[in-house]
């Protein structure tokens, strides 16, 4: 069936599911069936499945699953998708990515196997629809996971500050809300928050999207160093002035310092949800 008809996308899609009963394939099959049905952003799924978690199941059936499945070939199969940038292949790609963060939303427990792959496709050229789903993932694991969080956030800011730059016309289709990321990295990395914040002003100028500037500009609030947080504020306040010039519209910053700040659950000045 694969062999001759998975070249029309139509019956590709319907054959996609069909080979959801047959996760037991072999090595060869299993990438001749990737191959033939990797034009239709369905296969997604079985990617991950056959790249990922395909070498847990069948182990040692019979003594044959050792010699007829090599996991590291499926592996390298997942990764040569995600760095494939032809167009042909972006729903594929961008379905991967949203798989990630559906199966992290159903089995959080599996967040070490992915990482991997999301700093993979950190490493490529910034596209919408594949950045937009690891943003989601970043929000949603940043207190859990920062030390991977942190970072790809980092590399996804200046992914999208790299696309904007040499296509000046996309900045408007930019849609950020990193409110939670940006806070939380003020309280426990205060020394990246400068930057970020103006990474953040530069896309804005370029009419992007950013999130909330009011609770952006008063992350500062969250610094600890009393030094750092004076020079943070300052800082923070000549860009939002240089923002207001351009949109006198935006809300009032609150740049006053609380006499006394109430910490969250997690340790935080307030909280980020």
């Known amino acids: 069936l694969l062999r001759n008809y998975a070249k029309y996308p139509p019956i590709s899609k319907r054959l996609t599911h069909f080979v959801y009963y047959f996760q037991y394939l072999t090595t060869e099959e299993a990438l001749e069936g990737l191959e033939r049905l990797k034009i239709t952003y369905e296969s997604a799924p079985l990617f991950i499945y056959f790249g990922i978690f395909r070498q847990r199941h069948y182990k040692n059936q019979d003594g044959r699953d050792k010699k007829c499945f090599d996991p590291k070939r499926l592996k390298k199969n997942l990764e040569e998708i995600i760095k494939n940038n032809d167009d042909q292949y972006r729903n594929l790609r961008g379905s991967i990515a949203w798989n990630f963060w559906k199966l992290l939303s159903k089995n959080p427990d599996e967040f070490d196997a992915i990482i991997p792959y999301i700093s993979l496709f950190l490493e490529q050229p910034y596209r919408k629809n594949i950045y937009d789903d690891i943003a989601r993932i970043i929000k949603e694991w940043i207190e859990k996971k920062p030390e991977k969080c942190t970072p790809w956030f980092e590399k996804l800011l200046s992914n999208i500050a790299i696309y904007v730059k040499t296509n000046k016309q996309e900045g408007r289709n930019i849609w950020l809300m990193p409110e939670k990321i940006i806070n939380y990295i003020a309280y426990h990395h205060p020394e990246k928050l400068e930057t970020l914040i103006e990474q953040l002003v530069d896309l804005w100028i370029e009419g992007s999207y950013i999130g909330n500037p009011k609770s952006l500009f008063e992350s500062y609030k969250g610094i600890a160093n009393a030094g750092l947080k004076k020079a943070t504020r300052t800082r923070f306040k000549s860009l939002y002035s240089k923002m207001k010039n351009l949109n006198p519209r935006l809300v009032q910053v609150d740049?006053?310092?609380?006499?006394?700040?109430?910490?969250?659950?997690?340790?935080?000045?307030?909280?980020?949800d």
């Open 255 to 272: 740049w006053k310092e609380a006499k006394a700040e109430k910490k969250a659950e997690l340790g935080r000045p307030f909280d980020l």
